[in-house]
């Protein structure tokens, strides 16, 4: 069990102030104890994953912060099945599957993050989401009691999951079925889809992936080009030039990042009359 406070080197965005206290679970046993031990002393607890999709405010996160790892990050295959624990790398689970001629996975080509974090939101790219290929998940919930989940139980939408939005449960594992194909073509898929993340988006450090959801009929990044922000400045944060649905971060404050949402948003309603709505994550408090 590792134990640390700072949360800015454990996000693609390098920002955010300290958590009370931040903590790897390596095993099930330690992550029991660590639940237990919040519920008892009523401490707020919060879980990330691989730290790709999140802002953290400056003044930091009250409690716990807890990242499932070691044992926690394996990715085992069973002829079609695909069985993920939460702290395994997505990365991980689609080089696996393309290892053994599964396809369905190759949406999810160049997604950071882990596949507990995946689930939770229900990423996807390239015309694909987790709820198309994931059967079941298992969670543990804040009194280290475990269930069991179906698909349809999940309550999957757009970038949301209906079992994820109370905070309370967290991904131990995600069951995915694949279909069999030819490990050649599954690969020259995931390396298209690949050349195209890379060609429109900029590199993965300093960004958190999408920071708006696309909405209904729109894509943010074409609505915030069109509303010329591209290249926009709020202190040390700046919309991509080569995308406008990504922020970089060059500084270190997240109320640089905030502001530069907040403009983003008003300039936006303003000239479209289309409310923007934040898919990145933000948590912890204003400095």
Same mark, same amino acid.
């Given at each position: 069990?590792?134990?640390?406070?700072?949360?800015?080197? *454990?996000? @693609?965005?390098?920002?955010?102030?300290?958590?009370?206290?931040?903590?790897?679970?390596?095993?099930?046993?330690?992550?029991?104890?660590?639940?237990? #031990?919040?519920?008892?002393?009523?401490?707020?607890?919060?879980?990330?994953?691989?730290?790709?999709?999140?802002?953290?405010?400056?003044?930091?996160?009250?409690?716990?912060?807890v990242r499932?790892?070691?044992? #926690?990050?394996?990715?085992?295959?069973?002829?079609?099945?695909?069985?993920?624990?939460?702290?395994?790398?997505?990365?991980?689970?689609?080089?696996? &599957?393309?290892?053994?001629?599964?396809?369905?996975?190759? #949406?999810?080509?160049?997604?950071?993050?882990?596949?507990?974090?995946?689930?939770?939101?229900?990423?996807?790219?390239?015309?694909?989401?987790?709820?198309?290929?994931?059967?079941?998940?298992?969670?543990?919930?804040?009194?280290?009691?475990?269930?069991?989940?179906?698909?349809?139980?999940?309550?999957?939408?757009?970038?949301?999951?209906?079992?994820?939005? &109370?905070?309370?449960?967290?991904?131990?594992?995600?069951?995915?079925?694949?279909?069999?194909?030819?490990?050649?073509?599954?690969?020259?898929?995931?390396?298209?889809?690949?050349?195209k993340r890379?060609? &429109?988006?900029?590199?993965?450090?300093? @960004?958190?992936?999408?920071? #708006?959801?696309?909405?209904?009929? *729109?894509?943010?990044?074409?609505?915030?080009?069109?509303?010329?922000?591209?290249?926009?400045? &709020?202190?040390?944060?700046?919309?991509?030039?080569?995308?406008?649905?990504f922020f970089?971060?060059?500084?270190?404050?997240?109320?640089?990042?905030?502001?530069?949402?907040?403009?983003?948003?008003?300039?936006?309603?303003? !000239? @479209?009359?289309?409310?923007?709505?934040?898919?990145?994550?933000?948590?912890?408090?204003? !400095?």
């Amino acid at each position: 069990m590792k134990i640390d406070e700072r949360l800015d080197k *454990y996000t @693609t965005l390098g920002l955010g102030g300290p958590a009370d206290c931040m903590i790897d679970v390596v095993d099930m046993q330690s992550l029991k104890r660590v639940l237990l #031990f919040a519920k008892k002393q009523k401490m707020p607890l919060t879980v990330i994953g691989g730290g790709s999709n999140i802002l953290v405010r400056d003044g930091g996160v009250r409690g716990l912060v807890v990242r499932l790892k070691e044992d #926690f990050s394996s990715v085992t295959i069973k002829g079609s099945k695909v069985i993920c624990r939460g702290g395994a790398a997505l990365s991980g689970a689609v080089i696996s &599957s393309a290892a053994k001629g599964l396809a369905g996975f190759e #949406f999810a080509a160049g997604i950071p993050g882990t596949v507990g974090g995946a689930v939770v939101m229900n990423a996807g790219a390239n015309g694909g989401e987790i709820k198309d290929v994931l059967t079941s998940l298992t969670v543990i919930d804040r009194s280290a009691k475990i269930k069991k989940l179906s698909n349809k139980k999940a309550g999957f939408a757009y970038r949301d999951a209906a079992f994820a939005r &109370s905070g309370k449960l967290i991904v131990i594992e995600a069951v995915f079925k694949l279909k069999k194909s030819a490990k050649e073509a599954v690969k020259a898929k995931i390396l298209e889809n690949v050349k195209k993340r890379k060609k &429109s988006q900029p590199a993965c450090w300093g @960004t958190a992936g999408s920071v #708006f959801k696309n909405p209904k009929g *729109y894509f943010a990044g074409r609505l915030i080009e069109e509303c010329g922000l591209k290249g926009r400045k &709020s202190g040390k944060a700046e919309v991509s030039v080569k995308h406008g649905n990504f922020f970089v971060n060059r500084g270190k404050k997240a109320e640089d990042f905030l502001k530069l949402i907040a403009l983003v948003k008003k300039t936006v309603f303003k !000239k @479209t009359g289309v409310k923007l709505q934040e898919e990145i994550k933000l948590m912890g408090e204003d !400095k």
